[in-house]
């Protein structure tokens, strides 16, 4: 049984329309389908149908994340693992969600809505298929060049059984994690794919979302991308651009017009092999400043507590 990875992220916007501007004219995501109250969006390096679903409601937040898994049996035996938890798992129709086969949804124990995939529908890179051109069209100029979907932190009240949950239900190693002076988990960094995280986990509420980041190719594309946000208005930014000592990476936060918060993200380190073979880095308080923000050295707790 395998994960093989984070196929999509489902958010609630509050105002479509204005969320769709965000994630394909200013980030750069193409528009793959809409269908009423949803809009499905795809990275030019994703041959899936979607890796972004924008849902209008009330409120900003996670509707669900989804999970690929490499066959389809792997969708019942997660079902079986989910429920020996004493959580149920519900079967989703196909096409319930568009471009994918039926699945499973469940609630993980820090409660935010997940699913498992084997089937999205493939619409191919979107430099084409056939003899393609690796060199954007002028249509993406004056868009940030984001490549992939790359991972997201979730909240969670109780990151020791939430992270065994991932671990052993849904088969994900950890690459870092963070400790209280008392030695107990209170953040940790999660892979599925051979990337140090694909769903990382920070101390809050239950269902919260911290961020959804996005991969670019370079330092360079992130500095172009910071341009082309602030050319934009994009309105609310965390810090400048900066480094995580966790990861290594060069990131900016900032939000969509609902507030969900995004990270433009490049360059961590890479976890080859199987989950749990590679040994994890630790970090305790009194360095995690540095960990987060490795220019500024400094975190305010407020940057865990903003969730949608
Ligand atoms: C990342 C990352 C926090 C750490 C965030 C780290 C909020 O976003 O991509 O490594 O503690
Ligand atoms: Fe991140």
């Known amino acids: 049984m395998s994960v093989n990875r984070v196929a999509h992220v489902g958010l609630h916007v509050t105002d479509l329309e204005a969320a769709v501007n965000h994630y394909a004219n200013v980030l750069g995501l193409v528009v793959s389908d809409r ?4 809009v499905y969006l795809r990275t030019p390096e994703d041959q899936d149908h979607h890796v972004l679903m ?13 999970l690929k898994v490499n066959r389809p049996e792997d969708v019942e035996e997660i079902e079986k693992l989910v429920e020996r938890t004493g959580t149920r798992a519900v079967r989703v129709a196909e096409n319930e969600e568009a471009g994918q086969g039926e699945g499973i949804r469940f609630i993980v124990p820090s409660g935010q809505t997940f699913e498992v995939v084997y089937h999205v529908d493939k619409l191919g890179y979107l430099s084409g ?17 984001l490549s992939r979907l790359d991972h997201l932190l979730i909240s969670t009240a109780d990151a020791e059984e939430n992270s ?4 052993e239900v849904l088969d994900f190693g950890t690459s870092e994690t963070l400790r209280d002076p008392s030695g107990k988990l209170l953040a940790s960094w999660m892979y599925c794919t051979n990337t140090m995280h694909d769903v990382a986990m920070s101390p809050g509420p239950n269902g919260g979302l911290h961020h959804v980041a996005f991969w670019v190719d370079s330092r360079a594309d992130l500095v172009r991308a910071v341009n082309l946000l602030k050319k934009n208005g994009v309105r609310t930014f965390d810090y400048a651009m900066t480094r995580h000592g966790v990861s290594g990476a060069t990131t900016i936060y900032f939000h969509d017009p609902a507030g969900n918060r995004n990270e433009i993200f490049h360059g961590p380190y890479f976890t080859p092999g199987a989950p749990n073979r ?16 490795y220019y500024e050295r400094e975190m305010d707790m407020k940057f865990f507590e903003d969730l949608t």
């Open 35 to 38: 269908r009423e109250g949803e």
């Open 129 to 145: 298929m056939e003899n393609p051109d690796p060199v954007p069209d002028e249509s993406a100029f004056g868009r940030a060049l």
């Open 164 to 167: 065994k949950f991932f671990r």
């Open 54 to 66: 924008l849902k209008a409601s009330d409120s900003a937040g996670l509707d669900h994340v989804g």
């Open 278 to 293: 590679v040994q994890e880095v630790a970090w305790d308080m009194e360095n995690f400043p540095r960990g987060v923000f």
